[in-house]
C-alpha cells in the first residue's frame, strides 16, 4: 500500500488548504483511509477518517465543520479541505490506510497499516 500526500504549505490563521493523496484504486476501494496528524512534541491523532463500506466520515471535535474528506475515483485521490485554519492545526498531516476497520475507531486509535510520508501544514496568527 502506497500513499502519497501533498498540498501542505503554510498560511494565515482563517485561510484555507486542501490536502490530496495519492493511492491505488485498489487501496481506497478495499481500506479505510484517514488523516491524522502530529504537532511537534504531541502523539498523533486521527483528523478524518472514511469507510465507503461503512458509509460513514468521523471527524474528530475539533475538525466537524471546518476540515472536509472527499474523494475522487477517478483521480485515485483522496482530499482534505481545511477552512478557517487557527495556529493550532500546524502540524504534519499524513495519509493513512487500514483494512478491515470502521472510521471512528481508526481515527481514535490513531491506527494504520500505512503511513504516507506526511506534508507540513502551518498556520500563522
Known amino acids: 500500500v502506497q500513499l502519497v500526500e501533498s498540498g501542505g504549505d503554510s498560511v494565515q490563521a482563517g485561510g484555507s488548504l486542501r490536502l490530496s493523496c495519492r493511492a491505488s484504486?485498489?487501496?481506497?476501494?478495499?481500506?479505510?483511509i484517514g488523516w491524522f496528524r502530529q504537532a511537534p512534541g504531541k502523539d498523533r491523532e486521527g483528523v478524518s477518517c472514511?469507510?465507503?463500506?461503512?458509509?460513514?466520515?468521523y471527524y474528530a471535535p475539533y475538525a466537524e465543520g471546518r476540515f472536509t474528506m472527499s474523494t475522487d475515483n477517478a483521480r485515485n485521490s483522496v482530499y482534505l479541505q481545511m477552512d478557517n485554519l487557527r495556529s493550532e492545526d500546524t502540524a504534519v498531516y499524513y495519509c493513512?490506510?487500514?483494512?478491515?476497520?470502521?472510521?471512528?475507531?481508526?481515527?481514535?486509535?490513531?491506527?494504520?497499516?500505512?503511513w504516507g510520508q506526511g506534508t507540513q501544514v502551518t498556520v500563522s496568527s
Open positions: 472514511m469507510n465507503k463500506i461503512e458509509g460513514r466520515t
Open positions: 484504486e485498489t487501496t481506497l476501494k478495499l481500506y479505510t
Open positions: 493513512a490506510a487500514e483494512i478491515a476497520e470502521t472510521s471512528e475507531r481508526m481515527c481514535v486509535r490513531a491506527s494504520a497499516d500505512a
